[in-house]
């Protein structure tokens, strides 16, 4: 069983940054792809970013060079760099791990990050 919970969420400007930290209880976690997840009222939740445990990196199109997704195996903890935020950032951002970025088994309760104009 993988226990995750969100922290680094909060309110904004636009251009600004904010750093999401999601820590993992478990001793598997160096062999789980790990996840960051968003979902914005009345849209459906979509895979931001993703690491694989090789730490292979996917990246949605809207965030490509602006937000960063990287692992601290020793610390169990993935986190998920935010630059350049856009109002349209503005979401519930979920940790999420499993066998691969896109399949997810275990989801932490999710974080909001709210950019203003």
């Known amino acids: 069983q993988v226990q995750l919970g969100e922290s680094g969420g909060g309110l904004v400007q636009a251009g600004g940054s904010l750093r999401l930290s999601c820590p993992a209880s478990?001793?598997?976690?160096?062999?789980?792809?790990m996840g960051w997840y968003r979902q914005a009222p009345g849209r459906q939740r979509e895979l931001v970013a993703g690491i694989t445990r090789t730490d292979g990196t996917i990246y949605a199109d809207s965030v490509k060079g602006r937000f960063t997704i990287f692992r601290d195996n020793a610390k169990n903890t993935v986190y998920l760099q935010m630059n350049s935020l856009k109002p349209e950032d503005t979401a519930v951002y979920y940790c999420a791990a499993g066998p691969f970025p896109h399949t997810p088994n275990y989801w932490g309760q999710g974080t909001q990050v709210t950019v203003s104009s």
């Open positions: 478990g001793s598997i976690f160096s062999i789980l792809a």
